[in-house]
């Protein structure tokens, strides 16, 4: 791979920056650096709170995985996303169908950006409920209006998929705080 010399493109790095990086790594046991690249739990639910979508993993019947990209709020260690008036290609969505026979599910969220010191990944594992009466999607509703103006506008209708993360797995290309 060639690396873009000095004030090409728009955030790469330089050849002499990453060698600097290389080299600091370089001075760092394996373990050491594994451990200061893991996001820890509290830093990594800030991160994720912060991406603007996420992706929905769940388990197919088989076991086979399915994603799709999810508009999500964070509350604690709930993270609910609804099923909103976007057009779909049918009524009876795979998520759901998977959740209801399964509710094991991964939450992905991430920032990639061309200065790859700015790079961070966050993993929410946890177990998923489908929640379908008023009074229970009432409170996620309002969480998911708070943050995407498209639901104060046109609010989603139902089923809301709940969330409850009981693992956090995150990383980051830099330290924890010094980058979004």
């Known amino acids: 791979m060639t690396l873009p010399e000095s004030g090409e493109g728009t955030g790469a790095r330089t050849p002499k920056r990453a060698a600097g990086k290389a080299a600091r790594a370089a001075r760092l046991p394996a ?3 594994r451990r200061a690249l893991r996001l820890p739990a509290d830093e990594a639910r800030r991160r994720f709170a912060s991406a603007p979508v996420a992706r929905l993993a769940t388990l197919g019947s088989q076991g086979e995985p399915h994603i799709i990209p999810v508009t999500f709020a964070l509350d604690g260690e709930h993270i609910y996303s609804a099923v909103d008036a976007k057009p779909k290609t049918t009524s009876r969505l795979r998520r759901l169908a998977n959740i209801a026979a399964d509710p094991r599910v991964a939450v ?3 920032h990639y950006s061309d200065d790859w010191d700015r790079l961070w990944w966050v993993r929410a594992d946890g177990r998923a409920a489908i929640l379908g009466t008023r009074d229970e999607m009432a409170g996620p509703l309002r969480l998911l209006a708070d ?3 498209q639901y104060r506008v046109n609010p989603p209708q139902g ?3 709940a969330v409850l993360a009981v693992r956090w797995a ?7 705080g010094q980058n979004p």
């Open 31 to 33: 373990d050491e650096l």
């Open 108 to 110: 992905l969220a991430d």
């Open 147 to 149: 943050r995407y103006p």
């Open 159 to 161: 089923p809301v998929i």
């Open 170 to 176: 995150g990383w980051a290309a830099s330290e924890p």
